[in-house]
């Protein structure tokens, strides 16, 4: 008997596996007697199949994540408390957003800078759901833990790099925090608290004995 599913733990697995073969050996067949039409027809049949069944098969499992302690919890908080200042004070700077973000790079294009700008409100956007330990999958759970790390190691980076600048881009030009010491401290402390919650939630750190 054909069996194509061993590796399979759902019961439905094999009417899915037949239903494949069937579809498969249709659209060679159209295609040898030259009917483009019906195989056309079967190939779009066999991928919507093939979507359905990786949404039966292959559920997504969303859940809280790593149960954090008190210490690691409140620094959570105040990560995300110093993101959502930023993130609030750059959306209503938006429209100045790009030209602040032009005096800290090398980027005098406009079309770049508002891409730059964007991905930057985005990504502090979804940086929050893993600061806040939201109900989410575990590969949201990595993308968001990825775009904390990332976004505030590029704020840690500018501020370092232009401490001599008018205004750090940190709050757009709705605070103008100008390059400096403030500006630098403000970027690693948030940089510390994301990588502390990482530490934390990461199950490769280190427990002593």
């Known amino acids: 008997m054909f069996s194509c599913c061993g590796g399979c733990r ?10 494949f073969v069937f579809a498969y050996v249709a659209e060679h067949y159209f295609i040898t007697r030259g009917l483009k039409a019906q195989a056309l027809w079967v190939k779009k049949q066999h991928f919507r199949i093939s979507v ?10 969303p859940s809280y994540g790593v149960t954090r302690n008190r210490t ?7 990560g995300a408390a110093m993101i959502v200042l930023m993130l609030v004070a750059q959306l209503f700077g938006y429209e100045d ?6 005096d800290i ?16 409100v985005i990504a502090e956007l979804l940086a929050l759901p893993y600061l806040l330990a939201m109900y989410m999958s575990r590969l949201m759970r990595v993308v968001s833990a990825l775009l904390a790390f990332g976004v505030s190691g590029f704020w840690l980076l500018s501020s370092l790099t232009n401490s001599h600048s008018e205004n750090s881009a940190l709050f757009s030009s709705t605070a103008d925090l100008a390059g400096g010491l403030l500006a ?26």
Do not use: E, K, Q
């Open 52 to 61: 359905y069944r990786y949404n039966v098969t292959m559920p997504i499992h």
């Open 10 to 19: 759902r019961a439905n697995t094999h009417y899915f596996c037949g239903v």
């Open 97 to 102: 957003f790009s030209i602040v973000l032009s």
């Open 184 to 209: 630098a401290l403000w970027a690693f402390t948030l940089f510390a608290c994301i990588c502390r919650v990482i530490y934390s939630d990461s199950r490769f750190r280190h427990v002593a004995p």
């Open 105 to 120: 790079t090398a980027i005098n294009d406009a079309r770049s800078l508002s891409i730059i700008s964007a991905a930057i």
């Open 72 to 78: 690691t919890t409140t620094i959570a908080l105040i």
